[in-house]
Structures are given as C-alpha cells and as structure tokens.
C-alpha cells in the first residue's frame, strides 16, 4: 500500500509545491487511525488521526510532533536552523474521508505573525 503527500506551501512570495509517495502502513486502534511509513530520511513517520483531530510524528532527532485539531488552535515545537522553535497552527480546514485527508493550516510565531500557510492533502490506498 502507498501513502502520497501533496503539500502546497506557501512563504512570503514564494510557493512550492511538494509531493510524496512512500510505503505505508495502516492500523486501527481505540478510535484512531494510523498510517506509518518511513520518509526519504528514513525517519519514521506515524500520523495518527479521527475525525477531530490528527497528529504527526517524525521520529527524527529531535523528535517533531504536530497537532491539529478542528475547528481550533494548537502548539507545535519544530527544529529549526536557528533551534527548537515554537509555533501556533491556526487549521482552516480538517475534512477526513475514506481514504483522504484534506489539512489547511498556517504556522505563526508565538506573537501572531504568520511564518507559512499549508494545503496539504494525504492519499493511501
């Protein structure tokens, strides 16, 4: 099975367009959802969601973990160059179907000004 991960950034001016295709797995358990691959870093990624709410976890080195939740704010810490950064994620959209998830967000810094604004869209099957 292959997950495929569509992510449109957009920062500043600039807009880049990533997508991704790895080997996925998926599991049930407790209400949740999870798909687990391996990225080009072969770092593990697990990204566990419902309808409300979704979490993605890269087991890198420090560990990034993102929370967004629907309908409302959320705290991310993310590794940056210039160290472990903070960051609010404002998600517009949060839509789960069978085998899709749709994700709007922006990042912003902790006074409210936005870093980048993402439309990122997860397929597998």
Do not use: C
Request: aromatic content about 12%.
């Amino acid at each position: 099975m292959k997950i495929r991960m569509r992510n449109r950034i957009q920062f500043d001016e600039q807009l880049e367009v990533i997508d991704q295709l790895y080997d996925v797995e998926v599991h049930e358990k407790g209400g949740y959802s999870y798909l687990l691959f391996y990225n080009e870093e072969k770092e593990k990624v697990v990204i566990k969601f419902h309808d409300q709410e979704l979490v993605m976890s890269r087991f890198s080195n420090p560990k990034t973990t993102m929370r967004f939740l629907k309908d409302s704010d959320s705290l991310a810490y993310i590794p940056t160059p210039m160290g472990m950064q903070e960051f609010v994620i404002q998600t517009s959209r949060y839509q789960v179907d069978r085998q899709k998830i749709e994700l709007d967000y922006q990042l912003q810094n902790q006074e409210g000004h936005p870093f980048a604004s993402y439309q990122l869209e997860i397929t597998w099957g």
